[in-house]
């Protein structure tokens, strides 16, 4: 028999061989994942330099909706849309909304940036960026972050220099290009560390980029709905929320919500207790709203996609992996706009959960924003954003439009009240207390952005 000590010596034994046969396992597994990505990777640079730029295209496509599935754990879509049936679907859209699109795919290497740009039927264009390497690039983005956010440097223009260094790599190579196609709407599609980049705030010495070009960012092609319908004076559903337990107020919600609903758009308004996944869910099976717009909390973090979250009245949260019971595809939303939202910049898990939004939710484009920028700058910009949507119908160009009044310093606070495209309207007291602001900064602008379908 044995005796206690040698049953004790045994489990340990066991207990060890299988934490052994684990970790193996486990390491080989991630081994394999990495040395399957490596592949796929090797594909695309392999095609890159045999300047096989169509099958390039293809296989940087499929590398990158593969990235979203491990991330979201699960299968998304079935690759079809070819380099050739981009630049075709392209030329569809440009005669159906009035614009001149192109996809532009940033791909940091090891020792160089190649920017590859699709134009409306035409084959892909590759350009090389010499001297200039990834981490150099995405060093570079997170300086721009910072000199755009830091709250200190709110009176300066410290922000040029990295946001030109970033256009003379991202954009300029391809300015030829984009002239001769009299482009005016770019979808980029962005790498690892760079997915939370303020495309808008790129600068080239004279101009921003916003002010030469309407702007969208997309997980991958093949990944968005680019049916067009044009929106034309649709019904809003408006909800939100001005008081949390455990985060910030946000009491510019009501003036926002209320300006919406009432004095720009028609809609339904729902705030506070009345901010609740079910009466959203209620509402929806009523009337077809094409347009759901939520002031609230939103956090994109690292982790899962159950670490990210919107927030409704009290403590209900729907986290990203939870998006669906919001039904948002059902019928499909054509804008989901989250007002006041935050991603951990430059945290990759993070970036992908916040430019994977309109994948998870469903919907067609969202606007939302790379950081969280103040309660009556939120309430600014959108204001302008659904003015300017009254006039042009086309998501990315109303956008477009709001921030270049707000660079310009056209959008702003004097004497308690709020000025901009409609001239002046009055603020609750609460509000008139910030005292007056232009904000005409980056901070307040270049945050917001557009994600999915730009039209």
Known sequence: MLTHQ????????????????????????????????????????RFLEQKDFIEAVNQIE??????????FDENIGDFSVTAEGIAQTLSDLSQQTGT?????WIVPRTKQIQLILITPGKKPEVYSVIGTDKQQLINTVRRLNVEITNPRKLNTKSYFEPGQKLYEWMVKPLEPSLETAEIDTIMFCLGIGLRTLPLAA???????LIEKYAIARIPVFNLIDTNYNKIKNPQILAMGASEFKELEPLPAVPVEINKITRFIWQGKALMNQEFTVKNLQAERQKQTYEIVHLATHAQFRRGKPDQSYIQFWGDEKISLD?????????????????????????????ELGFAGLTIKSG???ALASLWSISDIGTLALMTEFYQHLQKTSL?????????????????????????????ES???PELAEFGDAIFSHPYYWSAFTLIGNPW
């Open 322 to 350: 939870e998006v669906q019971k919001l039904q948002l595809n059902q019928p499909p939303v054509e804008l989901l706009v989250l007002s006041a939202c935050r991603t951990a910049l430059g945290d990759e898990q993070a």
């Open 6 to 45: 040698k049953w004790k010596k045994r489990i340990i034994f066991c207990l060890l061989f299988t934490f052994i046969f684990i970790s193996t396992l486990t390491l080989n597994t991630l081994l394999l994942r990495e040395s399957a990505n490596a592949v796929k990777e090797e594909d695309w640079e």
């Open 100 to 104: 001149k699109p192109a996809v532009i």
């Open 363 to 365: 919907v067609k484009s």
């Open 202 to 208: 790129l600068y080239d010495g004279e101009k921003f």
């Open 426 to 428: 009055q603020l609750p």
């Open 395 to 423: 998501k990315a160009e109303a956008l477009r439009q709001a921030q270049i009044m707000m660079l310009k310093g056209k959008v702003g606070i004097n004497m308690g009240e709020l000025y901009g495209t409609r001239g």
């Open 62 to 71: 499929q590398h990158c909706e593969k990235d979203y599935e491990t991330y």
